[in-house]
């Protein structure tokens, strides 16, 4: 499962099955870390600002490798080395490593599995901006702006709301 900070949003359209949503503020996106293996984290910091608040508030990761063009950025959980680079960089790198999926019983039972534990955490936002305050808020906005517009969100409470839950991609 892929979960997005709100700088990430559209990265994954909403719609994929593994798209986990911008979801760093809820307990079962907590919950989904905690449970990983591995976390890795692409150009974030993972910082309470995001949702990932510090245990015991924030999910423990297992080992949490971090890329991100800044050396001097931490994170208290951070055991495992930080990967100092671009993340298109280290994504093409990376990816042009990895051996060719097989396709077997196994990988499409993973993939299952990712996709079941990401519509988890979906619905969690579901339910979470059927009664979030700013529900008239965003829904006006989602009716105001054009499929093609592009919104720039400043430090505002409805802007950090809208991360999560305004279904725009």
Known sequence: PVIMTGNAKGLLPSEHPLSAG???????????????DLVL????ELS?????DAPPAGPQFAHLIRVDIDPAAEHPDQRDPLIVARVADFATTVLAALPEAEADATGSARRRSGAERAAVVR????EARASDPYAAWI????????????IA????????????LLRLD
């Open 123 to 126: 619905q969690e936002l579901e």
């Open 48 to 52: 309470d600002s995001e949702g990932f």
């Open 22 to 36: 911008v979801s760093g503020f809820y307990p079962s996106a907590h919950r989904l870390l905690s449970e990983a």
């Open 139 to 150: 829904a006006a906005i989602e009716r105001a702006v054009p499929d093609d517009a592009l």
């Open 41 to 44: 984290g692409l150009g974030t």
């Open 153 to 164: 969100a400043d430090s505002a409470q409805v802007a950090y709301q809208s991360h999560g």
